[in-house]
């Protein structure tokens, strides 16, 4: 539950700011709120076995971390909120899903 309510207020704190095309103050705020939410994700698709959506995830994380600043042309900005913001939106469909069954089999005794 606590992670469905961090997904949902990062992906309100980047439709603000496609919408409102927020500026270079505000970034740092969005960035911690995206860091947090794909952090949190990016666990629990390792827990959930899916690696490829982790690695999204983590590169997520590496894009908006607000430890540095990346100076992206205000076009690339706008695409990669954009395609963060879909990617926020589908994880509930992507965590809906099981499992694969091999790596069910090979977590059920370790759980």
């Given at each position: 539950?606590?992670?469905?309510?961090?997904?949902l207020v990062?992906?309100?704190?980047?439709?603000?700011a496609i919408l409102f095309r927020s500026s270079v103050d505000f970034?740092?705020?969005?960035?911690?709120v995206v860091s947090v939410a794909a952090t949190a994700l990016a666990v629990?698709?390792?827990?959930?076995?899916?690696l490829v959506?982790?690695?999204l995830f983590s590169g997520v994380l590496g894009v908006f971390t607000p430890f540095h600043h990346a100076e992206f042309s205000p076009f690339l900005v706008?695409?990669?909120?954009?395609a963060t913001l879909a990617l926020f939106a589908?994880?509930?469909?992507?965590?809906?899903?099981?499992?694969?069954?091999?790596?069910a089999k090979r977590l059920q005794g370790k759980l």
């Open positions: 539950m606590l992670i469905r309510l961090m997904t990062a992906t309100a704190t980047l439709s603000l970034r740092m705020e969005v960035g911690i629990r698709s390792l827990f959930a076995g899916r959506w982790a690695l706008s695409v990669l909120d954009m589908a994880s509930p469909i992507i965590f809906r899903k099981s499992a694969h069954p091999w790596m």
